[in-house]
């Protein structure tokens, strides 16, 4: 949500509007504007935290699944790259040079 910006109902919307967070920490609508920094804070112009947000339920459970369909595709990858490099291992050893 880094980069977002607090809504006067305290919903964080992504570029697209949909709803990504919400505000859990500070009122939403002195905060309305103020840009969300690293892990959800938001600070004011002093530097000190006047709010936190959250992502909400829907979106962390969106990023979780993409986050498993990556590892997955990774993990594929990987095992498919130890088979090629398996089979290459033992073509050398069986070789006659």
Do not use: H
């Not at 880094?2 to 570029?15: M, P, S, Y």
């Not at 990504?20 to 002093?46: K, P, S, W």
């Not at 498993?68 to 595709?73: D, H, S, T």
């Amino acid at each position: 949500m880094k980069g977002l910006e607090v809504q006067e109902d305290g919903k964080i919307l992504d570029k697209d509007g949909n709803q990504v967070g919400q505000l859990v920490e500070g009122d939403a609508e002195d905060l309305a504007g103020y840009t969300i920094g690293d892990d959800g804070e938001i600070l004011d112009d002093d530097g000190d935290l006047v709010g936190r947000c959250e992502v909400t339920p829907e979106k962390a459970q969106e990023l979780a699944e993409q986050a498993e369909g990556r590892l997955k595709m990774l993990l594929t990858d990987s095992n498919r790259s130890y088979q090629v490099l398996k089979f290459s291992r033992a073509s050398t050893a069986n070789a006659d040079w």
